[in-house]
């Protein structure tokens, strides 16, 4: 079954939401760098590839459909932060939206009987289950490490043992 043109124009709005995302975590890494808070900048560096492979997922799955895939513009991320813990604020608000567009793609696949979006996008409702809790809890680290910079340096460091792995 083809996209229907108001399904495909959600979903395409979705890849540029993903890239607006990935460029965003992006532009977090390199604060972080900046900063000299490499584990940081290094988990936001995955998670701005993960956002990446987002796209490319919804891309494909508008082509496979056969939908044309059309990228939107996106606003230049924001660059300076306050902190860290203004830093994963940001990023728990950015990941919130995402969450509530796939519900919304969600919603509409049901309302248009897209039968083959449905579990496409129940991996991604599943993920962003994922993704919010892991960025909240680490929300809740920073505000427990309260600036103290040993307690920064930890949490730092864990942040840096992440691979590549969505989720890890």
């Known amino acids: 079954m083809k996209l229907a043109e108001q399904m495909e124009k959600a979903l395409n709005d979705q890849v540029t939401m993903e890239l607006a995302s990935a460029a965003s975590y992006l532009q977090m ?3 972080f760098s900046h900063e000299n808070l490499d584990g940081m900048s290094r988990w936001m ?3 701005a590839e993960e956002e990446r492979s987002h796209a490319d997922r919804f891309l494909d799955f508008v082509l496979d459909r056969g939908g044309k895939a059309i990228i939107g513009d996106t606003e230049a991320p924001r660059a300076e932060f306050s902190g860290p813990e203004e830093v994963f604020a940001t990023a728990l608000a950015q990941e919130e939206a995402v969450t509530a567009a796939i519900h919304d793609l969600y919603r509409l ?3 248009l ?3 083959a979006s449905i579990p496409f996008l129940l991996d991604f409702i599943s993920e962003q289950t994922e993704e919010e809790s892991m960025v909240s809890t680490i929300v809740d680290r920073l505000a427990l490490a309260a600036g103290e910079p040993g307690a920064l340096f930890i949490l730092d460091h ?4 992440r691979d590549g792995d969505p989720g890890a």
């Open 29 to 31: 890494s390199a604060y």
């Open 45 to 47: 560096r995955a998670q």
């Open 109 to 111: 696949a049901g309302e």
């Open 113 to 115: 009987g897209d039968l």
């Open 158 to 161: 864990e942040l840096g043992t």
